[in-house]
């Protein structure tokens, strides 16, 4: 096993799984919930699609969410940039001003 990986058990829609990563427990206790809230609420609007094809959905709303963080935490590092640069003319201009 690599250094600093863990192994994770869980139960993922009445399966159970082994996961390995290096992120803590308490991280993938949170994710196995979220993915086991998201399969049965699929489930729930969706009756009669597979186990497959539930995940495969989960998979496609998580991609969905991180591209859509993605695009947010884009636009705020710009905007940053942009702040940070202002910051720094306004400071020039003060400094020339004395």
Not at 4 to 19: E, L, N, S
Not at 67 to 80: G, P, R, S, V
């Amino acid at each position: 096993m690599l250094k600093g990986k863990i192994r994770y058990k869980t139960t993922i829609a009445g399966r159970p799984y082994t996961i390995i990563g290096a992120r803590p427990e308490e991280h993938m206790r949170s994710v196995s919930k979220m993915v086991n809230e998201q399969m049965q609420q699929i489930e729930s609007l969706s009756k009669g699609l597979d186990p497959e094809r539930r995940a495969v959905l989960v998979a496609v709303n998580a991609v969905s969410d991180q591209i859509e963080l993605q695009i947010k935490l884009d636009a705020m590092q710009k905007e940053l940039a942009e702040l940070e640069k202002k910051l720094q003319k306004d400071q020039e201009s003060k400094i020339n001003e004395e």
